[in-house]
């Protein structure tokens, strides 16, 4: 069994019968229903349903779709990723974003976890000669793992506005992309939960 993100899902059968988005005579695999009007997956073959729930209408469209689709609600995991952390930074998150998911998911039958870059978005971003920070998310049964930040080199972020076009070299796309997008927290999710 393995995880699901929740959306987009375009899972098919195997590697060996993928379909063709721009054939319209492609033949869908057995697995897939509704094959018309979207590719879904076989939801038995999922332990979880990993949902990234910022409390925005993307994100709660994708959790009414799962529900919709029928995934047991036991199986749907929201996750929220506060920008600036828990401790004490208000520079980014409105105030009742955290209860507001809170709140959903409560009403929806659904468990919620955060993950938080530890002192948050506005620490990074003024970080002066020293490693990124860790990263914290909570676990089922109440635990909380804090994570990173030890390796690498200590370095400063402190160069705004930056010059450069390049999103790879600009430290304000990159730090606020890998904030807003909690793609590392994702990574460190189903690692230590896997794992």
């Not at 699901?4 to 005579?25: E, G, K, N, W, Y």
């Not at 929220?80 to 009742?96: C, F, Y």
């Not at 600009?170 to 606020?176: E, M, N, T, V």
Request: with cysteine; net charge positive; hydrophobic share 35%.
């Amino acid at each position: 069994m393995g995880i699901c993100s929740a959306l987009p899902v375009q899972r098919v059968a195997s590697m060996h019968s993928q379909i063709d988005l721009f054939d319209t005579s492609t033949s869908f695999s057995p697995n897939i229903r509704n094959a018309n009007t979207s590719i879904r997956p076989d939801i038995e073959e999922y332990d979880r349903f990993v949902v990234f729930f910022s409390g925005g209408k993307d994100s709660v469209a994708c959790v009414l779709h799962l529900i919709e689709m029928g995934v047991p609600r036991d199986k749907i995991e929201m996750h929220h990723h506060i920008i600036d952390g828990r401790e004490g930074s208000t520079l980014m998150d409105w105030p009742v974003t955290e209860s507001y998911c809170e709140q959903f998911a409560k009403a929806m039958g659904l468990r919620i976890f955060f993950s938080w870059k530890v002192v948050g978005f506005e620490r990074e971003m003024t970080r002066q000669d020293a490693l990124t920070a860790p990263i914290a998310f909570e676990r089922e049964g109440g635990g909380l793992t804090i994570t990173g930040g030890e390796r690498g080199k200590t370095s400063t972020r402190r160069k705004f506005p930056q010059v450069s076009p390049d999103l790879r070299v600009r430290w304000c796309a990159r730090i606020s992309r890998s904030m807003l997008v909690p793609a590392d927290c994702l990574r460190t999710l189903t690692r230590n939960k896997m794992g």
